[in-house]
């Protein structure tokens, strides 16, 4: 195994984006500024602590990106690579805590 070799976390923000200071701008906002009303999605913390705990997998980021991916199937209206990298973070912030 190469330990030199640098790992990189994924990420729903392509980093070829001409809109990258847009995108890391508007990132910033859902995670700081805006309120929960405000956001472009919605956490309920009770159904994600269920599900991470009958998941029982050993992958956190893996089950932030599957949670990520399937809230905004359900929810396109809201879609951006912002509101999933925002979302992704929040729910990953919060499990890390639990």
């Known amino acids: 195994m190469d330990k030199n070799k640098s790992t990189t976390v994924p990420s729903f923000i392509t980093y070829e984006s001409g809109n990258l200071d847009y995108s890391i701008l508007q990132l910033n906002l859902y995670l700081n500024a805006y309120s929960e009303v405000d956001k472009p999605y919605k956490i309920d913390y009770n159904t994600l602590l269920m599900s991470y705990h009958l998941w029982k997998g050993k992958n956190l980021d893996e089950f932030c990106q599957n949670q990520t991916l399937g809230y905004f199937l359900l929810n396109p209206t809201n879609?951006?690579?912002?509101?999933?990298?925002?979302?992704?973070?929040?729910?990953?912030?919060f499990l890390s805590e639990t």
């Open 79 to 93: 879609d951006s690579a912002e509101a999933r990298e925002a979302f992704c973070i929040e729910i990953r912030e």
